[in-house]
Each structure stands twice: as C-alpha cells, then as structure tokens.
C-alpha cells in the first residue's frame, strides 16, 4: 500500500550552497496490514521520513506511492483527504486540547468530514475505541486529569477514530516511563491487527522496535534491514 522509490531530502541553510542531505536514497515497500520499526539515533531523519510519508513534507528527490498514487501528483485536496481519513498520526507529545474531554478530543478528526461517519457513528467508535483501551470510565475527563500513559491512549484513539488505513507513530512513547511504554507498545501492536491498520513507528528504542514485524535502521540517510547492512 505504500511504496518510496529513491526517496531524497535536504534543507537549504543560507549561505551554504550544499545543504543538509537527510535522507539519500530511500527504497522501501510496505505491504497492506503490516508492522514497520524505523529506528535510529536522533538526528538519524526518523521524523523527516514519517513527515514525507505522512503528506506534511514533499520530499527533494524520488516518489512516495500511496496505493501506487504518485503523492507529488495529487491536487492538494486529495492531499488532504488522504492526510485526514487515510493517515492517523501519533506523535511523541499528544497534542490534545486541554479545555476539551476525552470524547471530545478523540472525535476533533470527525469534524471536518461528516460524510465518512455520521455523528452518532463516530461517538460509538470513539466509545468503543476508548473503552478498549481501558479508559471508558474517562470519557468526560480531562487531559490534564490523565497520567501521561492514559492521555497518549487518547492520541492513539484520535488517530484511529476516521478509520485509517496508515498509522504513522513518531516516537508516540517518548515522554512515557518504562511501563507505560510498553502498554502503548502493546496497544498499538494489538490495533494493527484488530483494526486491519497499516503501522509504521519511528523510534529511537530497539526495546519498543522489537514489538513491530520489521525493523529498519536509518543510517546516513540510508535504510537497511536491521542487522544487515
Ligand atoms: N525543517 C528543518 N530545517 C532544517 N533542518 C531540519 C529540519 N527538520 C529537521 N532538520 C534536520 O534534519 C536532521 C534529521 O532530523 P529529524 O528527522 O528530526 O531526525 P530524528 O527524528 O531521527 O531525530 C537533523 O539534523 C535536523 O536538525
Ligand atoms: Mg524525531
């Protein structure tokens, strides 16, 4: 469903004519339903790449396919269909709005297109959602009434409310304890294969890596296999 062929990114700096070179030469194909880790240090480009895959950034050189659709080809209203109801993202921080309840935050993604799920529609998978990840008692909470671990549930759950076919997790555990960690680990590896979700996590940890069917290392702008190189 997903195919990056000679993928290249660089950031202009001023004054410098070379330029940052992130990402070099990016092949990879990511079959329908599977698990994807991409690891690496920090600064490795583990963001860059999910950004790309994820429409938030056009990448310098090479083609991203979703469902062989050529990204850099799309109007930027398909750009956006896919980025709202085919893409979930999770990130490190969970973004959710402070001043809204669980189930408010959770259904923010259903707003914009009401056509894809009605109302009532969207406030049973949002309910259903939650209570599966241990949090019906919290829908009318607050995240600043949450641990750290229940609100990234809630972000997970966010991202997952439209449907998704892709789940992009940029270091989703990276504010969270050990424990805490593991859970979301768990969780996401459980609504891969529940919720038929494409998933693919960026992280620096080969602990949380480990969990996810492939393991892939960003290495000066390169991806290999783990332990191939
Ligand atoms: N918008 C940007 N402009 C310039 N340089 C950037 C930008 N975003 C990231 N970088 C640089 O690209 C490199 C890779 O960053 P990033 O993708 O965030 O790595 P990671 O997520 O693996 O920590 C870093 O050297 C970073 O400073
Ligand atoms: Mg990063």
């Given amino acids: 469903m997903?195919?990056?062929i000679n993928v290249a990114k660089s950031y202009e700096s001023p004054g410098d004519t070379v330029g940052l070179c992130v990402l070099k030469d990016?092949?990879?194909k990511v079959e329908?339903?599977?698990?994807?880790?991409?690891v690496?240090?920090?600064?490795s480009g583990k963001s860059t790449l999910l950004n790309i895959?994820?429409?938030?950034?056009?990448?310098?050189?090479g083609r991203v396919l979703f469902d062989g659709k050529d990204l850099a080809k799309l109007a930027d209203s398909e750009l956006a269909r896919?980025?709202?109801?085919e893409i979930g993202f999770v990130f490190q921080l969970h973004h959710l709005l402070p001043q809204c309840t669980?189930?408010?935050?959770?259904l923010v993604p259903t707003l914009a297109d009401k056509k894809h799920l009605s109302p009532k529609e969207s406030e049973e998978r949002a309910i259903n959602l939650l209570q599966r990840v241990g949090l019906k008692d919290h829908l009318l909470h607050r995240p600043g009434e949450l641990s750290g671990g229940q609100r990234q549930r809630v972000a997970v759950v966010r991202a997952l409310i439209n449907r998704p076919r892709l789940l992009l997790a940029d270091e989703p555990t990276g504010s969270l304890d050990e424990r805490a960690s593991q859970n979301i680990a768990e969780l996401l590896v459980e609504l891969n294969r529940s919720e038929q979700v494409?998933?693919?996590?960026a992280t620096h940890s080969m602990k949380l890596a480990e969990n996810m069917g492939r393991v892939l290392e960003l290495n000066n702008g390169g991806l290999a296999e783990k332990g191939k190189h």
């Fill in 82 to 85: 896919i980025r709202n109801r």
């Fill in 198 to 201: 494409t998933l693919i996590l």
């Fill in 2 to 4: 997903l195919e990056l």
């Fill in 26 to 28: 990016i092949t990879l």
């Fill in 53 to 61: 895959i994820g429409t938030l950034d056009r990448p310098s050189g």
């Fill in 102 to 106: 669980v189930l408010e935050n959770v």
């Fill in 40 to 43: 690496g240090p920090s600064g």
């Fill in 32 to 38: 329908k339903g599977r698990s994807v880790a991409i």
